[in-house]
T-cell receptor
Framework: GESVGLHLPTLSVQEGDNSIINCAYS??????FIWYKQESGKGPQFIID?????DKRQGQRVTVLLNKTVKHLSLQIAATQPGDSAVYFC????????????FGAGTRLFVKA | DAMVIQNPRYQVTQFGKPVTLSCSQTLNHNVMYWYQQKSSQAPKLLFHYYDKDFNNEADTPDNFQSRRPNTSFCFLDIRSPGLGDAAMYLC???????????FGPGTRLTVT
């Protein structure tokens, strides 16, 4: 069925290293993708998005890569900081007569000082 | 600052006792969403309003209802809460469908 999933449920990185969080999606009709960050006790927070007509988008310390051929999405965080510790969700949106957003399972990122 | 506000942050209700959660926004966004999130799981969309048009997800139980009296406010009504309805309830908004969503801090519901 349609789903968005992550390869790694937890990721532990050393402070200052780069982090890569991966996401696989199965719906080829999805045309908009978002990464959210959720800290403990808070709602998800928008990080970066990308539309299907692009394969890379950069923000401040974050980069999202989209590979439509293999239906893969990744979030790269440069120089990971303790404040980056959170759960990261990818979400895909598709328009099948009405918009539908599907969240992936989430990856917990631990940053070791 | 423009934002999404949820009240209360914590709600305790008894099994079977109706409860209402509220959400307000100062972003003037057209779309408002309600999600249920259980521990260590992804948010699950219950329904959303696009302006006054209500859109229910196919697998949302009838026990969950929503009202949007105006652009700024949206309510989640749980008519007869069960123990399985204990969760974090997240409200979100977006300027239109297919755009990024802005989330409130959530209301954690406990059912006793």
């Amino acid at each position: 069925g349609e789903s968005v999933g992550l390869h790694l449920p937890t990721l532990s990185v050393q402070e200052g290293d780069n982090s890569i969080i991966n996401c696989a999606y199965s719906n080829s009709a999805s045309d908009y993708f978002i990464w959210y960050k959720q800290e403990s006790g808070k709602g998800p927070q928008f990080i970066i998005d990308i539309r299907s007509n692009m394969d890379k988008r950069q923000g401040q310390r974050v980069t999202v890569l989209l590979n439509k051929t293999v239906k893969h999405l990744s979030l790269q965080i440069a120089a990971t900081q303790p404040g980056d510790s959170a759960v990261y969700f990818c979400a895909e949106t598709l328009n099948t007569g009405g918009f539908k957003t599907i969240f992936g399972a989430g990856t917990r990122l631990f940053v070791k000082a | 600052d423009a934002m999404v506000i949820q009240n209360p942050r914590y709600q305790v209700t008894q099994f079977g006792k109706p409860v209402t959660l509220s959400c307000s926004q100062t972003l003037n966004h057209n779309v408002m969403y309600w999600y249920q999130q259980k521990s260590s799981q992804a948010p699950k969309l219950l329904f959303h309003y696009y302006d006054k048009d209500f859109n229910n997800e196919a697998d949302t139980p009838d026990n969950f209802q929503s009202r949007r009296p105006n652009t700024s406010f949206c309510f989640l009504d749980i008519r007869s809460p069960g123990l399985g309805d204990a969760a974090m309830y997240l409200c979100a908004t977006s300027r239109a469908q297919g755009y990024e969503q802005y989330f409130g801090p959530g209301t954690r519901l406990t059912v006793t």
